[in-house]
């Protein structure tokens, strides 16, 4: 969902903007009416033309009375509503640009909390005064347009702090944006059919669904027009067609929502508050979605989602109707006070799970929408191994083929961004998808074109994109690190790639091995849920010239994570306590690969 009409398509053709999020033009409504995309590349379209109700004004009286005693964010909100942020930031910006404000003049709970709400997250311990902006990517599609402007909007910031990462949610972040700056990207985003609103704090996050959505053999469930209407469902104001929809403004935490396409459950349902598993109806065949819920991971508690026993139909009136009634009651029903207790497994847990499923379903009776639920279905138990995305394979489309290529840590850099952006004009019609491993796919490739990409200097060996890269390195998933992360112990993201490199030089795997680096106990970097996640730690180390132990960067070491339709987390420790360093790193990892994973040392020949 975004924002679109015949201003934008002059410049960029309507089949491409469609790329990005929305199947038709129109936003869908759960009424039937019609709600038009409003242009945004028109003058000052993308920033809200009326006066808006606050977050605040949707809650009840006693959600109201929680709040005022609640911890110091409830606390904020109600003290300035977050809605603010979607004028703020463009009067920040003008006046800093005027030189008639400074960047440390701004209330500190604006600049550190408020301005999440337009996707502006200060990181004020590593790099204050810059933001790391977080967009909103449904389904992880993105146009060639979009890669172009990434490069564009943080080149200026240099090669140490101008960069883009894809995320664990199939999504963007740009990294130095200043507030000086902001509200200009903000405004070329919206004009290329995206927005950063509601990305970040207290917010529903990017949707998340099948990165092979409408080319896949083993589909079942196309799930882009599902993230699209549950993207405007949360980020789109009905009354004014713009970015900024204050019903949702003011959640007591964060929440994800992934839905999956096939068995292989690309999207992780198993670790988001609702998770859509799709699942054909025993009697009638319809295919509809076992619905789980829950899942989480912070540095308190990691939750694996659980079932309630409740199955819909697989279309996207039944989704937004779940996923608004499940808002709904978490909005003016989830706790207050300990943020740690915020999230929806806590108050699921409080009700009992039949008495939020009867609650649930009585919810989504009142709107009167024509929705069915039903029993869990049973799950298809006929074999079936989860498949890769890396590399070239075949689509349900003849001829043409889906070509994953590998994003080291999920780092770009404008050089990148460009590559790729010339790869997907060149060879995917301009579009370009992101996986939760931080890689991405250029679909629709014709198979008389495959040789000419494998080709490509972009692609070539010793270059940061790959099509063919190791079993260990090219399944590597890493957080952002201490490089620009406050709360993390280590550097996540240079040591992922340093330490799989050499791993993939020692070492022959069987299978592709997913190793996870995560900075803290967030596990932003989802340690839990790898083959091997290293999640930053304290350690010590004998220090040989005073002969005591130093306090040295260091990890625990998680092992036997799964993901798909048999996922699993891994929630205590294989190992806790070792030191980053590469001698000792190297050989416990060696030791856990070849007798957990079936990994075998390379023989090295005398003459090498």
Known sequence: GNLINSSTTGTMPLSRMLLVFAPSVMAYSPTGRSVSRVPSSAARQSRPSMALRTGSSYLPEETMERAKVGNPIEKDKLKKDPTSAFLDVYEFAKAIRAGALDWEDVEKADMDSR????????????????????????????????????AESVEMY????????????????????????????????????????????????????????????????????????LNDLISLNRETGERGNPVWCNLPRKFNIAVSGSRDDFAHTHINDIGFVPTKHATTGEMGFNVVFGGYMSIKRVAESVPIDLWIPADVNSAYALSEAVLRIFRDEGFRGDRQKARLMWLIEAKGFPEFREQLVAEIDSYDRGVTTDVAQPADSTPFTRRELLGVHQQKQEGMYRVGVHVPTGRLHP???????????????????????????????????????YAEPALAEGKHLSVTPGNIRGNTVSCTGSQFCGLALI????????????????LDVPRPLRIHFTGCPNSCGQAQAADIGIMGAPAKKLDPETGKKKAVPGCNIFVGGRIGEDAHLALEPFKKNIPLEEETLIPELVEIITSQFGGKLKVVSEEA
């Open 415 to 453: 050089e990148s961004c460009r590559e790729l952006a010339d790869l997907a004009d060149k060879y995917s019609a301009g579009e370009v998808r992101l996986t939760v491993e931080q890689n991405v796919i250029l679909p629709n490739v014709h198979e008389s074109k495959l040789d000419a990409l």
């Open 115 to 150: 301005l999440k709400w337009v996707g502006l997250l200060h990181r004020r311990k590593r790099t204050p005064g810059s933001f790391m902006m977080r967009l909103r990517t449904p389904n992880g599609i993105v146009t060639s347009d979009l890669m172009r402007l990434y």
């Open 158 to 229: 240099g090669p140490d702090f101008g960069v883009v990462d894809i995320t664990t949610r199939q999504n963007i972040q740009l990294r130095g944006i200043t507030l000086a700056e902001a509200d200009v990207v903000i405004d070329k985003l919206h004009a290329l059919n995206q927005t950063s609103y509601h990305s970040a704090l207290d917010n529903v996050r990017n949707m998340v669904g099948s990165p092979l959505a409408g080319i896949d053999d083993q589909e079942l469930v196309d799930t882009r027009a599902i993230c699209n209407a």
């Open 491 to 506: 550097e996540t993201k240079a040591n992922a790639d340093m330490l799989t490199r050499k791993l993939d030089e020692l």
